[in-house]
């Protein structure tokens, strides 16, 4: 009964903006770090952006600074990932995973760009960036 489940991807045209949620069932995110990815067709997953469990810590992807922001509201057990000024290069398949701070094996850090040593994959939306 424990899930991810990823919302608001869609098809949205270069320069335009979206936001992905996160929401957690079955326990609460309170505890854990939490990260982006992505897999465009054909190619590997990336670390898109992540945040540690307090919130305090977070992390882009060189691609994506200055245009996306990660946020969370444990109040409502969700994450998100807000997305401006889209490219037809972010069209992919985006992923939230959940690792539990307790578990660290690595810096968040690590964990979204190196080892993804996550507990918990969502199971992904859609985010098509076309004219």
């Known amino acids: 009964q424990l899930q991810l489940v990823e919302s608001g991807g869609g098809l949205v045209q270069p320069g335009g903006s979206l936001r992905l949620s996160c929401a957690a069932s079955?326990?609460?995110?309170?505890?854990?770090?939490i990260g982006w990815f992505r897999q465009a067709p054909g190619k590997g997953r990336e670390g898109v952006s992540c945040i540690s469990d307090s919130g305090g810590d977070t992390y882009y992807a060189d691609s994506v600074k200055g245009r996306f922001s990660i946020s969370r509201d444990n109040g409502k057990n969700t994450v998100y990932l807000q997305m401006n000024s889209l490219k037809p290069e972010d069209t992919a398949v985006y992923y939230c995973a959940a690792r539990n701070a307790l578990g660290r094996l690595s810096p968040v850090q690590s964990m979204c760009f190196g080892y993804y040593d996550m507990d918990y994959w969502g199971k992904g939306t859609l985010v098509t960036v076309s004219s």
């Open positions: 079955g326990f609460t995110l309170d505890y854990y770090d």
